[in-house]
T-cell receptor, first 113, second 113 residues
């Protein structure tokens, strides 16, 4: 059973378009992280959201944590080829004293020039 | 030098061979992890260690073993490799406190023929 469902699994768009990636769960998380992974490299943290309803912006990327802390979204405005990569969400288990991370399966984004 | 270094980066081996993947870190983090990444399945946790004397099984530990030789070193072994262990393996670290943000190595690609 996948704790975190990401959608879409694949996204292929033209430079300049906007897009949104979703990360959904029936579980409540104490925080949620977004990572980006490029070919030949490990995932790199983009942002952590902690408070329900929180919105964080990182240049053209906007991250939102749902009010109930069960879901999150990543919106990219005016995508560029450099945004190409695998985007992973990861939730920190609210019920775990050890703070276990659970990853979604990822969204593979390709931005064409 | 990278904060988290994995060796080897690529390895091709045959069924039944013993394989060791090594990980060393300069982050000074107490917690270390081994993940496996397969296309469409995301990152799955194999083993994790919260300090030198602590070893815990993750979601998919069967067929794998680990050794935490020091705070900075965490190795993953496949005692008798099989083809379905062909995957990209990542080592990661995190601090003992805070939001459990992971720092990943660049990955070790293992092919079992």
């Amino acid at each position: 059973t996948q704790l975190l469902e990401q959608s879409p699994q694949f996204l292929s768009i033209q430079e300049g378009e906007n897009l949104t990636v979703y990360c959904n769960s029936s579980s409540v998380f104490s925080s949620l992280q977004w990572y980006r992974q490029e070919p030949g490299e490990g995932p790199v943290l983009l942002v952590t959201v902690v408070t329900g309803g929180e919105v964080k912006k990182l240049k053209r990327l906007t991250f939102q944590f749902g009010d109930a802390r069960k879901d999150s979204s990543l919106h990219i405005t005016a995508a560029q080829p450099g945004d190409t990569g695998l985007y992973l969400c990861a939730g920190v288990d609210r019920g775990s004293t050890l703070g276990r991370l659970y990853f979604g399966r990822g969204t593979q984004l390709t931005v064409w020039p | 030098d990278a904060d988290v270094t994995q060796t080897p980066r690529n390895r091709i081996t045959k069924t039944g061979k013993r394989i060791m993947l090594e990980c060393s870190q300069t982050k000074g983090h107490d917690r270390m992890y081994w993940y496996r990444q397969d296309p469409g399945l995301g990152l799955r946790l194999i083993y994790y260690s919260f300090d030198v004397k602590d070893i815990n099984k993750g979601e998919i530990s069967d067929g794998y073993s680990v050794s935490r030789q020091a705070q900075a070193k965490f190795s993953l072994s496949l005692e008798s490799a099989i083809p379905n262990q062909t995957a990209l393996y990542f080592c990661a670290t995190s601090p003992a406190s805070g939001a459990n943000v992971l720092t990943f190595g660049a990955g070790s690609r293992l092919t079992v023929l």
